[in-house]
């Protein structure tokens, strides 16, 4: 489904502030794969995601999306295949429009259609796909999402990534700025989005102990570099503190994360 194969990325070339991101990484997934993401800051987590979505090109490997290699895709064309949503909850709708009407325009774009239209089916469709969220969004289809919670925002929008039908969805600490409460609901809500559209996920998480209990994949990043893939049994029976002390053992240091969550 995606392969990257011997991708690397330096940041600030030949400068005294070169940063080599991404050191030759190998990574393949296979189609339904939700595969999550930890690792210490500055691992190179985020810059994979933007590697992988086009936010920049590579400097050398290739990205192979469903057969297809988009290395040198720009950024707008690997949208309509790849979902992503990020941290910040004010990104990734059109805050002056209605949820309606984000929800309209990001099926209009699946549609590939240049005309923005809703009908009476899709507000029906639209009302029961909010409905199914929880939240109480399907009695405020008319609401500006500007006036939305972060948390109802997120939830808007991971409803816009999947109906659009991605082939792949990038998470990008998308439940960091919520509040616990809200966070925990937009893990399930996500959960429950991805079994059910079995959309190939790829989720970034300082939250160690989701990222072994969400998914069915959790890879390590470390200078990088993949340090540890887990899946099967070697995952369920991988714990917070053996996954901290394979991390010492191996780079012969602390984890370091400063938002690290290991409750
Ligand atoms: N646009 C950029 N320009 C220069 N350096 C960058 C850029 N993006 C990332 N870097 C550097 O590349 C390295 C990897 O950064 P990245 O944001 O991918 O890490 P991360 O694993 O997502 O970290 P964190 O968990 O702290 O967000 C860091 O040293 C960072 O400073």
Redesign the pocket.
Known sequence: MLRLAQVSKT??KGTI?E?Q?LKDLDLHLEPGDFVTII??????????F?AIGGS?LVDTGAIVLDGKNITAMPEYKRSFDIGRLMQDPMKGTAPSMTVEENLALAHTRKAKKSLFAINKRDTEVFREMLSRLELGLEERMKTKVKNLSGGQRQAVTLLMCTIASPKLLLLD?HTAALDPATAVKIMDITREVVAESNITTMM?T?DIRSALSVGNRTIM?DE?EVILDIRGEERENMSVEKLLSYYSAKKHKQLA???ILLA
């Open positions: 940041f600030y502030n940063k991101a690792g210490s800051n500055g691992a190179g987590k985020s810059t994979l933007h920049f600490e970034i300082h990043m990088g994360d400063d938002r």
